[in-house]
């Protein structure tokens, strides 16, 4: 489904991404781990096209995404949710998600309805907080909104930034298990985490990256086992 070859990205001179290669299967869900600064940040938004390709390529479904906009990138079936949630603070919870369904609501807006009732019934806090302004929401529902936001766009690709950051951990346990449950329904996920423990213990295959270049990849049941994961990224050797 996507598949990036010898990608090099970065912000003005400054090159972050080295030669990623890399690939996510349909129904999967793939784990990029990796400490702060590693580049993981800038992968998803270069493959999003908010920040410019250097060299290499982005296929998505066969599509070359190196060079078109962010909008028509949402549109062919790929959604990010950010790291920070960034949702619209003085906007309600059912605006935000209105928001979401823009792009596909240029050719279909009878599926509006469907994908909001969709979201609810995956966050049904969010239907209880409907006509509450999201920035009045707490983190956990805040995150949920963030993700039910992208769903509204109808993604075979959903990629999340670091959603568990600041999240009390019973808040994390209940977004991992929506992810879980997204690719039970046949969604494709690619999920950053610093919380490398917890991705990879609901991921098929993972991707390390350090500055910028990933230096190992596999099973996410191997790289849990792997020492150098464990003194690394999970702070301790497991028995």
């Known amino acids: 489904m996507l598949k990036v070859k010898n990608l090099e990205a970065g912000y003005g001179k400054l090159r972050v991404l080295k030669r990623i290669s890399m690939h996510v299967d349909p129904g999967e ?9 590693a580049g993981k940040t800038t992968l998803l938004h270069t493959i999003t ?4 390709v250097g060299s290499g390529e982005i296929f998505f479904n066969d599509q070359n995404l190196s060079r078109i906009s962010p909008e028509k990138i949402v549109f062919s079936g790929c959604s990010l949710v950010p790291e920070g949630r960034q949702i619209f603070s ?3 919870v059912q605006e935000n998600l209105l928001l979401g369904g823009y792009v596909k609501k240029k ?3 009878s599926n509006l309805v469907s994908e909001i009732k969709r979201v609810y019934e995956l966050f049904p806090v969010l239907k ?3 006509s509450q302004l999201a920035g009045t929401l707490s983190g956990g529902e ?11 766009a109808k993604p075979s690709l959903i990629m999340m930034d670091e959603p568990s950051t600041g999240l009390a951990p019973l808040i994390v346990k209940s977004i991992f298990q929506v992810i879980i449950r997204l690719r039970e329904e046949g969604n494709t996920v690619l999920l950053v985490e610093q919380n490398a423990k917890a991705a990879l213990s609901i991921a098929d295959r993972g991707y390390v990256l350090e500055t910028g270049k990933i230096i ?3 099973v996410a049941e191997d790289l849990l086992q792997n020492r150098d994961v464990q003194r690394a990224y999970l702070g301790r050797e497991m028995d």
């Not at 869900?29 to 600064?37: D, E, H, L, M, R």
């Open 49 to 52: 096209g908010l920040v410019r």
């Open 107 to 109: 050719r279909d807006r």
């Open 216 to 218: 190992l990849q596999g």
């Open 90 to 92: 003085t906007m309600t």
């Open 142 to 152: 805040q995150q949920m909104l963030a993700m039910g936001r992208a769903l509204m």
């Open 29 to 37: 869900i793939v784990a990029i781990i990796g400490a702060n600064g």
């Open 128 to 130: 209880e907080r409907e």
